[in-house]
């Protein structure tokens, strides 16, 4: 059954989840981006606000309607709150007779709970666990904050100009991995529940139950946000890019990519499934103690593939390579899916507009662009 | 049982192999860690204080099962700093990791172990193994190569392997000095000097790559099947289980489903550059 949120609801919403413990995280306009940040009134939402994104270009604009998510997507969601830029494992402490005495560190901090999160994001998530969670070895850290995650998906009504999730099968409306889905509609939201928990939180705000008008319209606007995508990926990002990628790796594409290329990691930084982190280290100031954490790292780095005083990868066209090969490739091997999840976001923020898509077009002999499609209402 | 969090271990020997290649003989602090145990080829991640971990594998036990020589060459900041360390210092360790040697499909077998340079190492505990356990397997094989002469290590081990019945050892270096023992020259000239059975041998390789792709081409050459070579991988490696990303080669995490692959697994992405 699907319920209704007005858009005087967000408050209470925001209110109940506080009540339950939660820190609220939600999107905002900061620094001429959306990102999430701690969402403390509905009033902070990007209310009326549109992304424009092209390859390498990302520019916000104000509309007169005022809709809380008549945005895409912005450089970060769920990532940076489950695997975390930084996040400390263990600490260190040296004895007085030397000895060292090692203890793990476990997240400490209130759970959270994310509104706004994408279905991209929701499919990227999916995949993060498959990595750190669902594996032989657990993250323990990773662990934590998803099981002290609430999630609130909001389906998308308008596409990016960089969004191709209707090729890669996740999205525009989320299917999996939320415990409440919204739509926007007239006035407020079409809320689908996802689990238990979301039940319970609805049930809370007394929302009422959404009307066949608000249903057929919340699935006007994810049809609209589908029908938007002008980008495919090649082969719809199956098995099939693994062997077309490495039965190609001296095509001259990837010559030509790494001209442009200028290894800068912004892509795998976007990126909702990259995992890659180095470790670190940091004696305190006393020096009788250190903390070892892990960080963000990327493989267009030339520390990711350093060896005993060697670069194996000392050239950004190998990085490059190693970079799509292992994202559409060979991930499959290891997670049984592609890496890539279609938001987008790699293509956006690279500094010179380098788009995946448009590289494994190459490199397939397969179209990125998307021939049948119906125009939306926002298309010109 | 595997230690994820570190545990203090005690220097007890530390032994200088060459002027840039030397063991710690480690001991656990800890009554409680006595559980621990590793499969030869496996490694541990050893950790000095303040400065960060290193992927070492596993020499051997000692002779009351509780001691772990690493050997280790000292060449980046931390295996600088372990080098430093005296016998008493404290370390930590964190393992043991990854996929070790095949011992059960050695079993029956002549085993020709090939290595080069300080993958003698990893090496060592696959020796041991087949010693003590010696009416399970066939002749034992062990060719060692170096770039120069003065890089070899183990002389003393390699002499009194040498001795032993149903033991042939060679050695090979690029550039040699006077009064060199072995070959002058590339270590898979010493694959037509020792005498192989290859309808019955099982080959393990521990190097450079470009020495493991040589050596296994001239191996299929003489008839070997390829999936009776197995071969011991390297990458930067920081978390061990298979999460930092670092090691990634291809379908595989060398930390987890390595170090050691059959070369069937590995044979196309080592031929390319950059994995």
Partial sequence: MLYFLAYEQI?????????????????????GTIVFDELNHAAQLPWGVHDMQKPGYYRLQQSEKKEAFAWANGPQAIKPLLFKPKESLWRVQKNDDGKLIFKEIMPDHKPVALIGARSCDLAAMAIQDK????????????????????VIAVNCSYSGGNCFCVSTQTGPKAT???????????KGFVVDIGSDKGRNLITTLKCIPATETNSRQADTRTAQAASMQTKR????????????????LDHPRWHEVAERCLSCGNCTAVCPTCFCHHQTETPVAQGDGSVHAREWDSCFT?????????????????????????KLGTWWDQFDTSGCVGCGRC???????????????????????????KKGPHDD | MMIDTPVAMKIIAKNEESPDVFTLTLQFMEEKETGYDFQPGQFNMLYLFGVGEVPISILAHGEDNSLYAHTIRRVGRVTQGLSLLKIGDCVGLRGPFGRGWPLDKAQGKDVLIVTGGLGCAPSVSIIHHILKHRERYGRLIILQGVKHSDDLIFRKQYQEWAQLPNVQVALAADISQPNWPGHTGLITELLDQVHLDLSKTLCMMCGPEGMMR????????LQLPEDAIYLSLERNMECAIGHCGHCQFG??????EGPVFNYPEVKFLLSQRGF
């Fill in chain 1, 131 to 150: 990595t750190l969670l669902k594996d032989k070895f657990i993250d323990k850290q990773y662990q934590w904050h998803r099981e002290h995650l609430f």
């Fill in chain 2, 214 to 221: 040589a050596t296994a081409e001239r191996l299929t050459q």
């Fill in chain 1, 176 to 186: 999996s991995g939320y415990d409440l889905a919204l739509t926007e509609v007239d």
């Fill in chain 2, 251 to 256: 379908g595989t995490f060398i930390c987890k």
């Fill in chain 1, 302 to 326: 030339q520390g990711h593939s350093y060896i005993h005083g060697q670069v194996v990868r000392d050239t950004t066209e190998k990085r490059y390579k190693q970079w799509l090969t292992h």
């Fill in chain 1, 347 to 373: 293509v956006t923020w690279c500094p010179v507009g380098i788009d995946l898509t448009e590289e494994m077009a190459a490199i397939a002999g397969e179209s990125n662009v998307v021939t049948d499609k």
């Fill in chain 1, 11 to 31: 408050n209470d919403l925001l209110n109940a989840l506080r009540t339950l413990g939660y820190t609220c995280m939600g999107p905002q306009v900061q620094d």
């Fill in chain 1, 233 to 248: 990926m090649p082969k719809n990002n199956s098995r099939e890019l693994r062997n077309i990628l490495m039965n190609h």
